[in-house]
C-alpha cells in the first residue's frame, strides 16, 4: 500500500551546488506535480508532468529549475546553483486522471530543502 | 488570476469548541478539495465538494460547496487536539492542468 514516496526527506546543499529530488508516485498514478511550501504558507505550484512530457511548467522558475519523468524510474526536480532563496519543502503529489480534472491528488511527505 | 484565500489565518480554540473556516474565491471552481496537513508532513486529502451547494460529512467535520461554487467552509464539532494542523482547501485553475492552493488556517486546539 505503498503511496507517494519522496526523497531524499531531509537534503543540505551549499550556495552554487545542485539538488536533485525524487518522487515516486502511487502505483498505477502517471500524473504528477511538484509543489513549494515556505514556512506558514501555503503550496504553491511549480510543474505538471505525465509520463515522459512536461504538461504545465508556468510555476517553474525558467532558470535553475528542470523537471522530468521518465518512462522508466521516479520524478525528478533539478535544481542547479542552488541560492539561499532555494531553502523550502518541495512536496510531490500523483493522481489517477488528468491535472484539472478534479481527480484527487495524493502527496509525498515532502523534501526539505536546506542551503548553507 | 484565480485566487484562493482562507480565513482565519489563525486559530486557537480550547478543546470540545465548534468551529469554522472559510475558502473564498471571487472565481468559480469545477471542484474543491480539502486538505489538513501536519508538520513535517504532506497534506492529506480531506474531501472532494464538486456540485454547488453540496454538504459532505466526515465524522465531526461537516463541508459545504457554495450554490455558486465559489467558496466552500469547513465546520468542525467539538474540536480535539488531534485537529490541530494546517487546513487548505485547493481547486483546479480553469482551463489549466494545474491546482490553485488557499493560503491556510493554522488551527490549534488546547487540550
Known amino acids: 500500500n505503498a503511496g507517494v514516496m519522496q526523497n531524499p526527506r531531509h537534503l543540505v546543499r551549499r550556495r552554487g551546488q545542485e539538488a536533485r529530488l525524487r518522487c515516486s508516485p502511487m502505483k498505477g498514478h502517471s500524473h504528477v506535480y511538484w509543489y513549494r511550501q515556505l514556512p506558514e504558507e501555503g503550496l504553491k505550484f511549480m510543474v505538471y508532468l505525465q509520463k515522459e512530457n512536461i504538461i504545465d511548467e508556468s510555476g517553474m522558475p525558467k532558470e535553475r529549475f528542470s523537471a522530468e519523468f521518465p518512462k522508466e524510474g521516479p520524478s525528478i526536480l533539478r535544481i542547479q546553483q542552488v541560492v539561499r532563496g532555494d531553502s523550502a519543502a518541495y512536496f510531490c503529489?500523483?493522481?489517477?486522471?488528468?491535472?484539472?480534472?478534479?481527480?484527487?491528488?495524493?502527496f509525498g511527505d515532502g523534501t526539505r530543502l536546506s542551503i548553507l | 488570476t484565480q485566487l484562493l484565500e482562507q480565513s482565519p489565518q489563525f486559530l486557537s480554540i480550547q478543546e470540545g469548541e465548534n468551529l469554522t473556516v472559510y475558502c473564498n474565491s471571487s472565481?468559480?471552481?469545477?471542484?474543491l478539495q480539502w486538505y489538513r496537513q501536519e508538520p513535517g508532513e504532506g497534506p492529506v486529502l480531506l474531501v472532494t465538494?464538486?456540485?454547488?451547494?453540496e454538504v459532505k460529512k466526515l465524522k465531526r467535520l461537516t463541508f459545504q460547496f457554495g450554490d455558486a461554487r465559489k467558496d466552500s467552509s469547513l465546520h468542525i464539532t467539538a474540536a480535539q487536539p488531534g485537529d490541530t494542523g494546517l487546513y487548505l482547501c485547493?481547486?483546479?485553475?480553469?482551463?489549466?492542468?494545474?491546482?490553485?492552493f488557499g493560503t491556510g488556517t493554522r488551527l490549534k486546539v488546547l487540550a
Open positions: 503529489a500523483s493522481s489517477l486522471g488528468q491535472g484539472g480534472s478534479g481527480q484527487p491528488q495524493h
Open positions: 472565481s468559480v471552481f469545477s471542484s
Open positions: 465538494v464538486v456540485t454547488g451547494g
Open positions: 485547493a481547486g483546479p485553475a480553469s482551463g489549466t492542468y494545474k491546482y490553485i
